[in-house]
């Protein structure tokens, strides 16, 4: 949440679709409903797992970003089995945004044993 003012939520969720942490930023207006959002994630989910199929011809995926009227949504694995989704205002820079995330990601592949 704190990468940038223009996230709107961030969750880290299993492929089982396990939600192991969320976060909204305070007065941001949810747009989906609980079961909402979970259905977003569950085809995010199978989304990511469709793209699986061609890794071993394409190389691994890094995220996917899909960009609706209202807001931005990026997917993007932290492992083989843990996923960060975060939703963005429509105008945030969703570059520096995704740039900021990956060096997060990074940084925590890094970071010595018992280390946040």
Do not use: C
Request: proline share 4%; aromatic share 8%.
């Amino acid at each position: 949440m704190r990468i940038d003012p223009r996230v709107r939520f961030a969750t880290i969720f299993d492929i089982n679709g396990t939600i192991l942490f969320s976060a909204h930023r305070d007065g941001v207006t949810n747009l989906l409903s609980p079961e909402e959002n979970k259905k977003a994630l569950d085809q995010a989910i199978d989304a990511w797992k469709s793209r699986n199929e061609y890794a071993n011809k394409i190389g691994k995926g890094k995220y996917v970003l899909a960009v609706y009227e209202k807001i931005k949504r990026i997917t993007m694995p932290l492992d083989e089995e843990y996923f960060l989704y975060i939703t963005t205002e429509a105008n945030a820079d969703h570059d520096k945004i995704i740039e900021k995330a990956l060096k997060l990601k990074q940084d925590a592949l890094h970071a010595p044993e018992g280390m946040p």
